[in-house]
């Protein structure tokens, strides 16, 4: 059974930076193919791919914000870690981490609401 | 702004069918891109309903159906439940950009 859990501050301060760790179980990056996500989702609003990055080192980011995002993963820990810098209230958002399916997400996290002030 | 346009709402009465639309282009669902389908219930996370344009995950009813259409992607939804009545978006893996893209996302109520 995937798990994955998303864990950090839930209040940030605008131009601070957001880190953030993704915590999962039942996938190991040890296997071909495995890839974890972060997608996030203002109140109210759609859904947003951020990065993923894949079991053979490869990390892909959302165009528009790829100069402020960093994802890694630590393999010995099952954990995907994601920092957003240059915080603003408009990145305020639930933050979801999730498995890589094919070309999709299968197993998603509760999320972590993320309120940033000015 | 998304490359992927949902109707923002669609509703039907119990029992009924309903289908949500995702509009891409010829780069993209018309070039031949998978879709994928998920649903979000209020307070919760997505839950993948399709994936591959019209392949259900065990555990997903067969009320649930994808379809493809030179630029559109559809969901249809049969039987319509008193808990179908969530937000519901697809999503595609865009090669050009070597990222994945969501759609605009559509509230279905149901009457």
Redesign the interface.
């Known amino acids: 059974q995937i798990t994955l859990e998303e864990s950090g501050p839930t209040f940030v301060k605008a131009t601070q930076t957001l880190t953030l760790t993704c915590t999962f179980s039942g996938f190991s990056f040890s296997h071909s193919g495995m890839g974890v ?1 972060w ?1 996030r989702q203002p109140p109210g ?5 951020l990065a ?1 990055t894949y079991w053979d080192e490869e990390k ?4 528009s914000l790829r100069t402020r995002l960093t994802i890694a993963k630590d393999t010995s820990k099952n954990q995907v870690v994601l920092t957003l810098t240059n915080m603003d209230p408009l990145d305020t958002a639930t933050y ?1 981490c999730a498995h890589r ?6 197993n ?4 972590l609401l993320v309120t940033v002030s000015s | 702004q998304s490359v992927l346009t949902q109707p923002p709402s669609v509703s039907g009465a119990p029992g009924q069918r309903v289908t949500i639309s995702c509009t891409g282009n010829s780069s993209n669902i018309g070039a031949g891109s998978d879709v994928n389908w998920y649903r979000q219930l209020p307070g919760a996370a997505p839950k993948v309903l399709i994936y591959a344009t019209n392949n259900r995950p065990s555990g997903v009813p067969d009320r649930f159906s994808g379809s493809k259409s030179g630029t559109s992607a559809s969901l249809a939804i049969t039987g319509l439940q008193a808990e179908d009545e969530a937000d519901y978006f697809c999503q595609f893996y865009d090669i050009s950009l070597s990222g994945y893209v969501f759609g605009t996302g559509t509230k279905l109520t149901v009457l």
């Open positions: 996500g997608i609003k759609a859904l947003e791919w993923v892909l980011y959302s165009p979801f399916l094919g070309d999709g997400f299968d998603w996290g509760q999320g």
